[in-house]
């Protein structure tokens, strides 16, 4: 089966990826992670972009495509450059392989249904691109979980009711109020990246975390449409081969095809 992985951060040799990615028992290079596509059947990837909004400065290989992401470092005095910031949006979106937008709310000290955010959902509207975002739990001490919780969607996606949105992470660990905001809105498709970091043992893994597993499959069951769930990795925090074992375990058998390949294509409009 071939696999798209719907959420990665991309930036080879960055300082800061590079001991994320030797946790997870990778090296933070172009070359590498080329070959770990290759080895796990990896054909396509989302990179979800962050800390610059130039537009020169999103450049990826042929199997990428990119959401223009707007985290807290890229968002640098936002009221004195907020035009620079919606027309680097829309001068992004008008590329092929930007296939959406990224926000980072939590990171970013606002609720997804701001009106600081509306240019940027009118433009994902005009372009008819997704909009990516994350939520749940936040590796940084200073993000807000308040911004970040999934019931915040809620209001954006009745707001914005012809915007696709993509609920980044599930939510996780608030599970099931992401399952109740899914279930409810039809425009949200869960991706299910990042809900575990590092290297470990996946046989230790299902018995250490028995009980959050059961807890994550009952969420998902709950929501049921599996259509509008994506597999992501969120690399380079967690080891891809692993981390595709332990969410084959997790999605049923006969979803498998429409969660780790089909879905991507459909949400992210892909021409792959
Ligand atoms: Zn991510």
């Given at each position: 089966m071939k696999i798209i992985d719907a959420h990665i951060h991309y930036k080879p040799e960055y300082e800061p990826f590079n001991l994320v990615a030797e946790n997870s028992g990778?090296?933070?290079?172009a070359e590498h992670l080329k070959a770990e596509f290759e080895k796990n059947n990896i054909c396509h990837a989302i990179v979800m972009g962050n800390i610059t909004a130039d537009v020169k400065d999103h450049n990826y290989p042929d199997n990428m495509s990119y959401c223009i992401g707007f985290d807290s470092k890229c968002f640098v005095d936002l009221e004195k450059n907020y035009d620079y910031f919606v027309y680097?949006?829309?001068?992004?979106?008008?590329?092929?392989?930007?296939v959406g937008i990224k926000l980072y709310p939590g990171y970013c000290h606002y609720y997804v249904y701001d009106k600081?955010?509306?240019?940027?959902?009118?433009?994902?509207?005009?372009?008819?691109?997704?909009?990516?975002?994350?939520?749940?739990?936040?590796?940084?001490?200073?993000a807000l979980l308040k911004y970040s919780h999934p019931l915040t969607l809620d209001e954006a996606a009745v707001k914005f009711p012809n915007v696709r949105f993509v609920m980044c992470h599930f939510g996780n660990p608030f599970l099931a109020d992401a399952a109740a905001v899914c279930e409810k809105n039809r425009n949200i498709t869960i991706d299910i990246s990042g809900l575990i970091e590092g290297n470990f043992d996946v046989n230790w893994y299902f018995k250490a975390k028995s009980g959050y597993v059961e807890i994550l499959k009952a969420w998902l069951n709950y929501f049921g449409d599996y259509k509008r769930i994506m597999y992501g990795s969120d690399w380079p925090i967690?080891?891809?081969?692993?981390?595709?074992?332990?969410?084959?375990?997790?999605?049923p058998k006969e979803n498998h095809q429409d969660v780790f390949f089909n879905n991507a294509v459909d949400i992210y409009n892909l021409k792959i």
């Open positions: 990778h090296k933070n290079t680097m949006a829309e001068e992004n979106l008008k590329r092929d392989n930007c600081i955010y509306t240019p940027f959902y009118n433009l994902a509207k005009k372009y008819e691109k997704p909009v990516a975002i994350h939520t749940g739990a936040v590796s940084n001490p200073s967690v080891n891809i081969e692993k981390y595709i074992e332990v969410i084959k375990n997790i999605i």
